[in-house]
């Protein structure tokens, strides 16, 4: 059940009419309806990923107040929390790397001689571990930390795990903040409501125009490289930087739109990424609830121990945590190679002491980037679209042959196209540019359409939303899962 189905508008319809008409105003049956309304939505794609789930939610909510109680006991309490972090690590871990970890070291064996006759695991990974996995963790780090009294209420704590707009793909919430909206009372909220299905529908814009029509064309570029131009492949790289980004932002703009019109505050994800003028700035506006998560738990805690070491220290650090922002995303090399490639390109930031400073960025008189700033803006892009390349090949062996061919001679030729592909292309285009402008004026907001709520008369604003969900029924591309769902 994706967010993009009718199957998903019944499920949610039903939800709300239960939710408000219903259990109105009634906050515990509310929780058990969202509870159960989230393992249906969990379990519909494969019902045996529950209990992995379940068990987890249990294990760290017992923990969460065995580490409360002997909050006294430092050595005892740190003990229950490192148990924690260690199990809600090592589940991640079994379902998510174990037969990379396997296949790796056979790899290595056969590589000097030594047969290796060690098998994978027939292991299914259920979907969203990843993005659990980071609530449990930061959830029993911040009891232990003391910035939160665990909840003895189960079905709020399993609720917040388990939240079905967030679960799939995000965005990770912190306990700090959304645990205390589960336990406050939630009442229809109009204003809410209409700021949930402006985010929606600029979520689906996204997805189905942008992403899901990009996807056909380019996994076709990507199913034959060696017979692509340089020129086709840089192409499907730029284009395929759109179908990320529209993919993915517009999950989570779906995702906080479905949690707002439920009475949440869901954290917001992207911040207009693709007008930051380095990497530092790019990864503070992208994915922000993952980077803030391994800024707070990961990078500060090794910035701390390595700070005599200056800024080899922040170096070191950087690319410790980059390193698993790559593999964060799947057990492949590729992915450790991503984030290799983007911790290195911190370097020359830290050096420099541009890596901490932010500037608004420069607009001339029509509120057009300046010339300096664009330039920044489009290598940024640029250095992001390439890393993809790496991030999307299947191997490293595929993502050298895909670079390989960019910068062959075929690259100063003009890109080989059918006359489907390229009428597509061109729509998509067109799609991607009125995207872009949008996000542009709208870069102040949470939602760009709120800027056109803003700014514009009721009727003009009202024919801007029919030309979108006219083009979203008109254009619609394929039935595409969210990228982010493998992760």
Known sequence: MIFNSLSFLIFFVTIFFLYYFVFKENTKFQNWLLLLSSYFFYGYINWKII?????????IYALGIAVYKFEENEKKSS???TLGIILATGSLVYFKYFNFFIESFSSVLNSIGLKSNIGTFNIIMPIGISFFTFKLISYIIEVHRGQIVPTKDFVVFATYIGFFPTIMAGPIDRPNSFIPQLKNKRSFNYEMTVDGCRQI???????VIIADNLASIINGAWNDIPNQQGSTLLLMAILYSFQMYTDFSGYSHIA???GKILGFNITKNFNYPYFSRNIAEFWRNWHI??????TDYIFMPLNFKFRSFGNWGIILAIII???????????NWTFVLYGL???LLFIPLILTGTIFKTKKLTVNKFDLPSITDFLKISGTFLIWTFSLIIFRANNISQAWSYFSNIFSSSLLTAPKL????LDLIIIIIIYIIVFMLIEWYGRDTQCPLTEIDNKVKKYTRWFIYIIIVVSILVFAGGKQDFIYFQF
């Open 51 to 59: 209990p992995i789930l379940l068990i987890s939610t249990i294990v």
């Open 79 to 81: 003990w229950l929390a």
């Open 201 to 207: 529908l600029w979520g689906l814009f996204q997805k």
């Open 256 to 258: 906080i739109g479905v």
């Open 289 to 294: 609830s993952l980077t803030s998560w391994l």
């Open 321 to 331: 945590n980059f390193t698993l922002v790559g593999l964060w995303h799947g057990a």
């Open 341 to 343: 490639y983007h911790g």
């Open 418 to 421: 059918s006359t489907h592909n």
